[in-house]
């Protein structure tokens, strides 16, 4: 059993995936060939955005949207401790200061109620994390965000295809931003991001920065930095997109399964106005070294998305007091995801489940 299998995914596409990369190979245009624009437009048309901006990897993607902020050194941005590092990272290489707001228990995403306090006169973004596949509270986060005068950048690395009270993760905010790591519920076969706004302006300003800042060749009127996605890279995503509707009804089912299966089990909320792309399936355990252990010996792969809240990383905790996000910290010592992707078989959900329960008892 496999973690993510996209051994099986590759299988069911091989001839797609192999005629989009010798269609490269043959014409030779390895950087900024015609796929790029190609998957730009279908990427755009499927999240329903003006504006779609592919780019070098989700790090490139969050780094490219706050530097078309202009940002300037002081500057905040209000962000959640309960992502992986790139969420924070990119904030702090773009020059501003991360303030971390605690998440809430059940979905792991960012405590809307707490927004609000953490905004100060140097705030001048929100990044949430749509995590583990399903939207953050979008349209909270954006009234509150009008009211200050703010840009809203989702981090959808984990919620590409997610459906939010009608509408697509990635167009639904300032920007969007998105992976196409090979585990995500739509990769490549190396890094990839992109990036999604139906502002002109901005979407102008992200394709100077992923260019080194040039309007024009060798004219150079912005800081930028070497951010494109490759044509390889894109044609695999495009040859993905033929299959990626069936795989969002497949990991919707699967989920469902899977909640039925561990009913009584903590597991990660899906609110009723929204759906999951299930980038992982989450569940929250206690003594989870030993419910791991066992689930090992059962043949049973895991995973732990996070195991330190970002507050508590050493790059990073100068910015927050190691007692900030206390839902965060539990939630880091807790979390454990399970194999999910759109190829799994029920015999091998059945094991899965069985073997946590066992574990659990």
């Not at 496999?2 to 005629?19: E, P, R, V």
């Not at 090992?296 to 910015?319: C, E, I, M, N, R």
């Amino acid at each position: 059993m496999q973690f993510t299998d996209l051994k099986s995914q590759y299988a069911a596409l091989k001839g797609s995936i192999d005629a989009r990369i010798q269609r490269v190979l043959d014409h030779g245009q390895y950087i900024m060939g015609p796929e790029v624009a190609e998957l730009e437009s279908a990427l755009a048309a499927f999240a329903g955005t003006k504006h779609c901006i592919t780019v070098a990897s989700g790090t490139e993607a969050l780094l490219i949207a706050l530097m078309a902020l202009d940002l300037q050194p002081g500057d905040e941005v209000i962000t959640t401790p309960f992502s992986f590092a790139a969420t924070a990272e990119t904030i702090v290489l773009a020059g501003a200061r991360p303030v971390f707001v605690d998440v809430e228990p059940d979905t792991a995403n960012l405590d809307v109620a707490l927004l609000e306090a953490a905004i100060g006169p140097r705030t001048k973004a929100i990044v949430p994390v749509s995590l583990y596949g399903q939207v953050a509270d979008l349209d909270e986060i954006n009234a509150i965000a009008a009211r200050h005068g703010l840009a809203v950048i989702e981090d959808a690395a984990q919620s590409f295809g997610a459906v939010y009270r009608g509408r697509r993760s990635c167009a639904l905010s300032t920007f969007g931003a998105t992976s196409f790591f090979p585990s995500k519920p739509l990769g490549c076969y190396g890094d990839g991001g992109a990036l999604f706004t139906s502002d002109d302006r901005l979407a102008q300003a992200a394709r100077e920065i992923r260019v080194h800042g040039q309007s024009a060749r060798y004219r150079h009127t912005r800081l930028g930095v070497g951010g494109r996605m490759d044509t390889l890279q894109c044609a695999v995503v495009l040859a993905k997109l033929e299959r990626f509707g069936w795989e969002l009804e497949r990991r919707a089912a699967i989920g469902a399964r899977y909640r039925e299966l561990l009913a009584g089990v903590e597991q990660v909320t899906v609110r009723p106005d929204r759906n999951s792309v299930y980038a992982q399936y989450t569940v929250m355990v206690d003594e989870r070294e030993a419910v791991q252990a066992a689930l090992k010996a059962a043949g049973v792969p895991t995973a732990v998305h996070y195991p330190v809240p970002l507050h508590h990383q050493p790059a990073y905790a100068a910015y927050a007091t190691p007692d900030a996000c206390p839902v965060a910290a539990r939630l880091a010592q807790r979390v454990l995801s399970l194999p999910m992707s759109a190829d799994l078989s029920e015999a091998d959900q059945d094991t899965v489940a069985a073997a946590l329960r066992r574990a659990l008892a």
